[in-house]
């Protein structure tokens, strides 16, 4: 430990997905969440950086990463060791919801009041879940 003050770090900007294919993640992300392409650059060597975003948000965006090698390969889907990694906040959740169901998106549950709000685990193309949640608003 140091008498150093800690960082002033201002937000949480970019986690990454692994993928298996960019242009696959591009259109799922894109077609069945509505979120935009920020920055799709070539890196050369078959490899990009592909940056995507909840529609009209400011904050975290998500890097889709191929995945380079058995050991990235291997972790597709399930980058979080089966557990929620990832929550979209919505403020209509039964809209939002009824949209993602008509798109196709897979739910693995019923949407269930919980004391922070309103929310259903769902999974990517890949199977990586995510909770799509209404916070309560008292």
Same mark, same amino acid.
């Given at each position: 430990?140091?008498? *150093?003050?800690?960082?002033?770090? @201002?937000?949480?900007?970019?986690? *990454? $997905?692994?993928?298996?294919?960019?242009? /696959?993640?591009?259109? =799922?992300?894109? !077609?069945?969440?509505?979120?935009?392409?920020?920055?799709?650059?070539? %890196?050369?060597?078959?490899?990009? =950086?592909?940056?995507?975003?909840?529609?009209?948000?400011?904050?975290? #965006? $998500?890097?889709?990463?191929?995945? *380079?090698?058995?050991? #990235?390969?291997?972790?597709? @889907?399930?980058?979080?060791?089966?557990?929620? @990694?990832?929550?979209? /906040?919505?403020?209509?959740? /039964?809209?939002?919801?009824?949209?993602?169901?008509?798109?196709?998106?897979?739910?693995?549950?019923?949407?269930?009041?919980?004391?922070?709000?309103?929310?259903?685990?769902?999974? !990517? %193309?890949?199977?990586? %879940?995510?909770?799509? $949640? #209404?916070?309560?608003? !008292?």
């Amino acid at each position: 430990m140091t008498d *150093s003050p800690a960082p002033r770090i @201002g937000r949480l900007a970019t986690v *990454s $997905i692994v993928v298996r294919d960019y242009d /696959e993640a591009v259109a =799922w992300y894109r !077609d069945r969440l509505g979120f935009r392409l920020v920055e799709d650059l070539d %890196l050369g060597g078959g490899k990009r =950086w592909v940056v995507m975003a909840p529609a009209g948000e400011d904050g975290a #965006q $998500i890097l889709l990463a191929r995945a *380079s090698g058995e050991r #990235q390969e291997a972790r597709i @889907g399930d980058q979080t060791g089966g557990r929620v @990694g990832f929550f979209l /906040e919505t403020d209509d959740f /039964e809209r939002d919801h009824a949209r993602m169901v008509a798109l196709g998106v897979t739910f693995h549950e019923e949407p269930r009041l919980e004391a922070y709000g309103t929310v259903a685990v769902f999974a !990517d %193309l890949y199977g990586n %879940l995510f909770d799509l $949640i #209404q916070p309560r608003r !008292d």
